[in-house]
């Protein structure tokens, strides 16, 4: 392996002077972090078979290079296992593609957290939660991943928050949004088998979001009746809707809610097209003449591209651009992640030939 390239920083031994130092050079998220030292480093880079110094990508804001040391550091300061590294290697070529927009995404007031989604092999390999309480918290896979993309985006990419991540608010999600779909609890392919990968590949999937908004269904036995429950929660009330373009919304159903559906003989396909045309809002309820809009009602109708003849604003453009995945524990709860204007999924596979599979249980020392 060659020599570690990253700039040395001489600090006290103690855990809470190093944290404090970290901390004051804005290299943490606030939580405390684990010390990366030149030997933890080296430990997680026996995680693939990469060398250091190659570069996976280029983030913005700062347009500085991802280099697989650059990401073993801060998977390091996260806690995560030498196992963990090919997973956020291909998580940094994920938000790195033009289509996931990194700069919009993490720029915006809007306070996007980037989610991962990991389907396939991996998740059992890695023991990645796709069940009970999957959004957290409870264990390591998902909590780690999460937060070490989190800490890239805040030490390679530079997102500052309070100067070149200008959210207003933020919320918890950008701390750590890491999970699994529960394919074996799913009646219908998984996500990555349905975007074209084999049933034994292993993918990751990121996605821009600004918050997430359980659905109880409850009160219904029937397919429908979930249907009818997930329809009227989703429903567009933003002008988001109104302008952009390949908006794609994630609705993770509950196995029980996917169930119902599906005993009923409605295909995903089906329920996909039932949310198109069912989950929708009202263009004056929208927009709002009276408000102080800087566009007209006539100029904002024609940009309108989720907008249908009959007054009505849609989710997406198409029935399939709503993605809907199968994922959590007993119970008839879903949870929707609306979409964001700007930013679209991006998956991609997680390349065996950069892991170390006997790594699979490595601690990083």
């Known amino acids: 392996m060659e020599t570690l390239k990253a700039d040395r920083l001489q600090v006290p031994d103690s855990l809470e002077e190093i944290n404090r130092e970290l ?13 990366p030292t030149e030997e933890r480093v080296k430990k997680m880079l026996e995680g693939t078979t990469l060398e250091p110094d190659h570069e996976v990508a280029v983030l913005p804001p700062a347009w500085a290079p991802a ?4 990401i073993a550091i801060n998977a390091v300061m996260a806690g995560c296992l030498p196992a963990h590294l090919p997973v956020l290697v291909a998580a940094v070529q994920a938000i790195a593609d033009p289509e996931f927009n990194l700069l919009g995404t993490l720029s915006t007031t809007g306070g996007n957290a980037v989610s991962i989604m990991l389907n396939g092999p991996v998740r059992h390999e890695l023991d990645v939660n796709c069940s009970n309480n999957l959004f957290g918290p409870g264990k390591l896979a998902n909590a780690v991943i999460g937060r070490a993309l989190r800490l890239i985006q805040i030490n390679i990419a530079g997102a500052i928050p309070g100067s070149t991540d200008k ?13 699994g779909e529960n394919e074996e609890a799913s009646p219908w392919d998984a996500f990555h088998v349905e975007a074209g990968f084999g049933r034994d590949e292993s993918t990751v999937t990121v996605f821009a979001t600004g918050y997430l908004h359980k659905i109880g269904a409850g009160w219904t036995t029937t397919g429908l009746g979930a249907l009818q429950s997930l329809a009227h929660a989703m429903r567009p009330a933003d002008k988001q809707y109104l302008y952009k373009k390949d908006m794609k919304p994630f609705l993770v159903l509950g196995p029980e809610n996917a169930h119902q559906i599906a005993r009923d003989g409605i295909s995903k396909a089906q329920a996909q097209e039932y949310l198109f045309y069912h989950a929708r809002g009202r263009f004056e309820d929208i927009y709002h003449p009276d408000s102080g809009e800087k566009l007209g009602l006539e100029e904002m109708r024609k940009r309108a591209t989720c907008l249908w003849p ?10 399939e651009d709503i993605l809907v995945v199968v994922a959590g524990g ?26 170390r599979s006997s790594l699979s249980t490595a601690s990083n020392g």
């Open 310 to 319: 009959d007054g009505t604003v849609s989710l997406a453009e198409r029935p």
């Open 67 to 70: 280099s697989v040391e650059a």
């Open 23 to 35: 901390y004051l050079k804005g290299m943490t998220d606030g939580l405390p972090i684990i010390p």
């Open 330 to 355: 007993p119970g008839r709860q879903s949870v929707f992640f609306p979409p964001t204007t700007r930013s679209t999924p991006v998956t991609l596979r997680i390349d065996p030939a950069i892991r």
């Open 167 to 179: 959210s207003c608010h933020g919320w918890p999600g950008k701390y750590t949004l890491c999970w």
